[in-house]
């Protein structure tokens, strides 16, 4: 059997106009299975200081896939902000990578968002994280395209455009 290994080390918001108390949570969904993980709830502050593991048992590889939703919390309702798939099929077996992977943005007004996770795929019943690093494989953030995005878009802090002067 194939396990996916994966570590959330944070969410990192660019743009946008959350407050450091604005309340998040994100839930991991198996594509294939619909199993979801429980909610995980963080201040926008503590978004990019976080550990949470996780792993999932596969049976086919051949086209699994996963998901990790960003919702905010708001008086009314939770909204779905962010999300990220992951296809599990097209990362390395038994290699580590460290990824930072841009989130699509749900909605016009939300700030784009990178999510930083940790990733061991492997066939083998080894350790979790048991295995050398390598490149990551994924469509990974570029800093500098989501940086210029924010500071052009008509809807960012109006503080953020001080960054380019």
Request: net charge neutral; charged share 20%; glycine share 4%.
């Amino acid at each position: 059997m194939t396990t996916v290994y994966f570590t959330i080390r944070g969410f990192t918001f660019y743009g946008g106009k959350n407050k450091p108390s604005d309340k998040f949570f994100f839930i991991v969904h198996n594509n294939i299975s619909h199993f979801e993980s429980l909610k995980h709830i963080f201040t926008c502050s503590e978004g990019n200081n976080m550990s949470k593991r996780f792993h999932i048992n596969i049976r086919d590889l051949r086209g699994h896939n996963f998901s990790i939703l960003l919702y905010k919390k708001t008086m009314m309702r939770n909204v779905l902000y962010a999300r990220v798939d992951i296809p599990t099929f097209q990362l390395p077996f038994d290699k580590v990578t460290n990824n930072f992977l841009p989130m699509v943005a749900q909605g016009n007004n939300f700030a784009q968002t990178i999510c930083q996770v940790e990733i061991h795929l492997t066939t083998d019943k080894k350790e979790a994280y048991d295995a050398p690093s390598a490149e990551p494989v994924l469509k990974q953030a570029n800093y500098d395209t989501i940086i210029e995005t924010c500071n052009t878009d008509e809807n960012a802090d109006i503080y953020s455009n001080l960054l380019v002067q």
